[in-house]
Structure formats: structure tokens, C-alpha cells
């Protein structure tokens, strides 16, 4: 959501180099090594305000920044998109892809002491799971076998999990997935100590006890700050900076004000508001602070395909053919994007399928025009667009909006709103329209693009209609879905790939979602003060690898 995620932000040149995983084999690990430097320090940065900061429910860029140096998994994402383990010391999956066993390294600990273990991790994702909970990202658990039982309220444990001794965790799956272990790395699958108590508990949700390189000092002051230090008991390899000091900025301007703090010397770490980027390229990167990197994210409109205007497949392929996406790479963005026209990243080099969108490849306004008469989508009608304030995003709408309304002869309705509240709409029973979109990997496999944005499972609608999963544009297509499940029971990773291009097919064919344009992020780093400064997987700084020069 990294959630929606539905707008999540995530990083770095991916490598999809995915620890091969034997039938009834297993592999041995240490953890990871976190670098070496000199300790101490305050690093400095602002961000806007989180949905979340406990692991059942973290999910953007801002949340799984904080979560991700609270808490210590199994495995984790490499900024180079491999997987690398953490506290699984081993692996073993059955030959029928349904039962893994993982072995957890011994002698760590939670920063209130508590040790973590088997029983740490059961804890940690049954809380997600419960009904109760509600969590956006719970649907990363679909697979283990008792999932729908736990979301229905039916049960508040999953029934396959078990640890068959104290530093064993058995997860048996309720269909095939020879990637399982890959999906581990997202903070949902955190463990917690028992004070965590149920996902509803204000006081565990403000201030996450965990065992990460990182805790909290204090709480989370929302709207204000949120303060990082050193876990000193950490049982991995321990950070260097003594502090991370994280202000909560208006969601307005946050981009604006990341910038200004960041020339002020307030700040080590920031994005820059679109129309400056040329300028502050032009100052740092002779400076050695300019940090540009191709990343596993995406940029889309969301089109809500089950209700409104864009119902229709023709209605939301005319939208697209009506978007001049290099018009607004080279005027708004000075050509520091790339146009995208598939719904995988180019990373993803195994399956990348370029210009299988034959919408996004350039507009045509004939085209255009004839698909929205052929899809009801008549002059005059109002199209809500919805997107979030403070993160640069107001001049590409506002092209967007001037290019429907002059080809397609529609009302455009731009509507800016803080990121959490956008993310609530999104999820309304009657939203319609269009949404600014973003996803980067949770995890680094195309599932994980493909399953949370598009399979009918990932929907998730409470009673009251209210969509709980990434699929927000409630996309379903039942040859989509039998394409990815047959795609999780291949052992074998190219045949996997081929699945995996055969299903983004199937969505694109139906423009499940509008690509724009490749994920290029941009970046200002004080590497005159700090050493090993870097964007980490999910395009956050690596805090726990930085340390004083």
C-alpha cells in the first residue's frame, strides 16, 4: 500500500533475483549486514501524515517508513529487489507449494525484553487477520489457510499457522504459492510482543513497541512529529544514528516545505515541488546531494470500473487515448519521467511487455472520441478526479483535466484532499471517477502488483460496501484471477513469467488501470554530513545503514 498503497511509494533499480526454493529444501542465512560507520547523530526529515504506524495496518511510503525501523521480519527487500533474510535463519517449502516451515534465528528481542519468537510471529499475524481489525493490507494473508474464517469473524486465528517448537513457524497455505516467503518482507507479517494486545488498541497503535533498529521515543504527536532512537538491544546489526527526527508537515504544501527545510539545513532528506526540480537539480547534484533513481513504482489513473462514468472498458480506453502523456512529461515534468504503457514496471525485466498498452503509447483524439460514444461516456458529463495535496501532483492533474475536457468534450472535476482523506474516498461504497494513482512493490515479484491491484479477491467489501483492500478501482475479471492463481502453483519461474504477462494482458485489455508514466524519483541528500545515504526499497531513506562522515 505498501499498501495503496494505493499510492505507496517504493524504490530501487529492482533485481529480481529471488533465492531459489527447492521442493522439501532449505537454505541457510545470517542477517543482514547494515554497513559499518561512525555512530551517532540526528538525521532530519519531514513527511506528511501517516494512515498508520503499527504493522497491521502501515501502508504508504510515510507509515512504512516509521514501521519498517520498528520491526524486524523474516525477510526483507534489498534496495535492489532481492530478498535477503532477517531473523529466518531457514526455509523449507513442501513439493505441493503449500506448507513452509521457517526456522527463526534465537537470543532477539522486543525492546521491552520480551523475546521474539514463533509465538511472536502467530500473534502478529492473527491481529492483522481479525475481523476486527479491518486492515487495508490484511489481504497480503489471503493465502494461509483460515484467512476467510478470521475475516468473516468466524475465528480470530488462522488455522494455519503453528509453531511446532519454540523457534519454528509453520504456515500452511490454503492453495499453492512457491513465492510465499518472498511476501514475508512486507511490515504486515511483523511480529509483536504480547502488550500489542488487538489492532484496536490506541495506546500499542501510537507508540509500537517492536524489534527493529529502531523505537519510538514517546508517541506519535499527529499532525506534529514522530521520534525515532536507536534500539541498542537491537539483536541484528545495530544502526549508527542515535536519532531520526520526523516532522509531520501540512499535507498541503508538504513537498514545498520538505524542499524549503532542506535549503534551510532543517532537513537531510527531501522531495522537491515539480516546478523546482530543474533548479535543484542544477544546484546539488554538482554537489554529490542529488539522488535520481528508476524505481519498482508506477504512476496510473484509477478508474472506479464498477459504478459511474467510467464503468464501461470503452469509456476508461477512451480517457486514455485522450491523455497526451509526452505533452506533460516534457512541459510539467522537463522530461524527468518516462511515459509508461504497461502495468508492470520496466525493473521487472523477465516480463516487461512494452507498449502493451496501445492506448498509452500516443493519444488519438479520433480514437478517443469514437471509443467514449461506443462506451456511453457523452459531452457534458462530470468525471471526478481525486488526488492528494502537498506531493507535487497539482500541475500533471491539472493537464490531465484540460486534455479530457478539450478531446472528450467532459467536465473534469479535480478535487485535492490530504493523503489519508483520499484514501478514504477511494474506498467509499458509491466513489466513481478517477483517482490519482501510485504503487511501488511491497515486495519484489510482479504478483505483488498484480494480485493487490486487480484480482477480485483483493476487493474486500465490508457489509456496508466499503472496499478494505487495494483493489479500489473493484476490477474483476474471473480469467484474470484463474491466470495468477495458476501463476502462484508454478514452481518453475518462467513459467510463473509467462502467467504473469498473460494476466497483464488480460487487464490492460480491458484498461483495468491507465498507466501514465515509470516511477523516476528524485531526491536531496545531505551527503556532506551523513555517509551511505540511499533510497532503500520502498523509497525511503535506509536509516538504519546511515551514519556520521
Known amino acids: 500500500m505498501r499498501g495503496a498503497k494505493s499510492a505507496k511509494w517504493v524504490a530501487g533499480a529492482i533485481v529480481i533475483a529471488l533465492a531459489a526454493t527447492a521442493c522439501g529444501s532449505s537454505d541457510d542465512d545470517g542477517g543482514s549486514n547494515k554497513g559499518s560507520g561512525q555512530k551517532g547523530g540526528t538525521f532530519r526529515l519531514g513527511i506528511t501524515e501517516p494512515v498508520a504506524i503499527d504493522p497491521y495496518n502501515a501502508q504508504e511510503s510515510e507509515g512504512i517508513l516509521v514501521t519498517d525501523n520498528l520491526f524486524t521480519g523474516l525477510y526483507e527487500p534489498s534496495a535492489d529487489g532481492q530478498v535477503v533474510p532477517e531473523l529466518a535463519t531457514s526455509k523449507k ?21 520480551e523475546a521474539v519468537d514463533a509465538e511472536s510471529f502467530i500473534r502478529g499475524w492473527n491481529r492483522v487477520a481479525q475481523k476486527s ?13 483460515g484467512f476467510a474464517d478470521a475475516q468473516s469473524g468466524k475465528s480470530k486465528t488462522m488455522s494455519g499457522l503453528s509453531a511446532p517448537d519454540p523457534y519454528t513457524l509453520q504456515v500452511k497455505l490454503s492453495a499453492p504459492d512457491f513465492e510465499f516467503y518472498i511476501k514475508t518482507t512486507h511490515t504486515v507479517f ?52 542515535d536519532k531520526v527526527q520526523i516532522d509531520i508537515l501540512n499535507s498541503a504544501n508538504g513537498v514545498t516545505l520538505e524542499y524549503q527545510g532542506f535549503e534551510s539545513g ?12 530543474p533548479a535543484a537539480k542544477a544546484k546539488y547534484e554538482p554537489q554529490g546531494e542529488w539522488i535520481d533513481e528508476d524505481t519498482n513504482g508506477m504512476n496510473y489513473l484509477l478508474p472506479i470500473t464498477d459504478n459511474g462514468p467510467l464503468k ?41 511487455q512494452k507498449d502493451l498498452c496501445a492506448s498509452c503509447v500516443k493519444q488519438d483524439k479520433a480514437k478517443a472520441k469514437q471509443l467514449a460514444k461506443e462506451g456511453g461516456l457523452k459531452p457534458g458529463t462530470t468525471i471526478e478526479l481525486g488526488y492528494n495535496t502537498g506531493a507535487g501532483h497539482e500541475e500533471w492533474i491539472q493537464a490531465v483535466k484540460q486534455q479530457l475536457e478539450s478531446v472528450l468534450g467532459v467536465k473534469v472535476k479535480a478535487t485535492g484532499k490530504p493523503f489519508a ?36 479477491a483483493s476487493i474486500n467489501k465490508d457489509a456496508n460496501g466499503k472496499v478494505t483492500g487495494d483493489n479500489r478501482g473493484r476490477y474483476s475479471n474471473k480469467k484474470f484471477d484463474a491466470l495468477l492463481a ?9 513459467g510463473r513469467n509467462d502467467l504473469y504477462k498473460q494476466a497483464e494482458k488480460v487487464a490492460l485489455d480491458d484498461t483495468a488501470l491507465i498507466p501514465l508514466w515509470n516511477r523516476t524519483q528524485l531526491r536531496l541528500a545531505n551527503t556532506k554530513k551523513f555517509d551511505n545515504i540511499k533510497m532503500d526499497f520502498h523509497e525511503d531513506p535506509n536509516l538504519a545503514e546511515i551514519s556520521l562522515k
Open 133 to 145: 481489525a479491518a486492515s487495508d493490507v490484511a489481504y497480503h494473508m489471503a493465502g494461509i489457510a
Open 486 to 494: 495458476k501463476a502462484r502453483a508454478t514452481q518453475d519461474q518462467a
Open 421 to 456: 482523506e483520499l484514501l478514504a474516498d477511494q474506498q467509499k461504497p458509491n466513489a466513481t471517477g478517477a483517482y490519482r494513482f501510485a504503487w511501488g512493490a511491497d515486495y519484489p515479484t510482479p504478483d505483488n502488483f498484480l494480485y493487490p491491484l486487480l484480482d477480485t
Open 266 to 277: 532543517q532537513y537531510d532528506w527531501a522531495r522537491m515541488p515539480t516546478p523546482q526540480l
Open 190 to 241: 511483523s511480529p509483536v510482543p504480547k502488550v500489542a494486545g488487538d489492532a484496536k488498541n490506541k495506546k500499542y497503535n501510537e507508540a509500537p513497541i517492536g524489534n527493529g533498529p529502531f523505537k519510538i521515543q514517546g508517541r506519535w504527536e499527529h499532525n506534529k512529529s514522530i521520534t525515532l532512537v536507536r534500539n541498542d538491544s537491537y539483536g541484528l546489526t545495530k544502526a549508527h544514528l
Open 312 to 352: 464501461s472498458a470503452k469509456a476508461r480506453e477512451a480517457v486514455s487515448y485522450a491523455i497526451d502523456r509526452d505533452a506533460i512529461i516534457k512541459g510539467v515534468f522537463q522530461n524527468m519521467q518516462t511515459k509508461s504503457t504497461t502495468i508492470l514496471p520496466p525493473v521487472f525485466k523477465d516480463v516487461y
Open 93 to 113: 517449502v513442501s513439493a505441493d507449494g503449500k506448507t513452509w516451515t521457517f526456522t527463526i534465528k534465537k537470543g532477539t528481542k522486543f525492546s521491552n525484553g
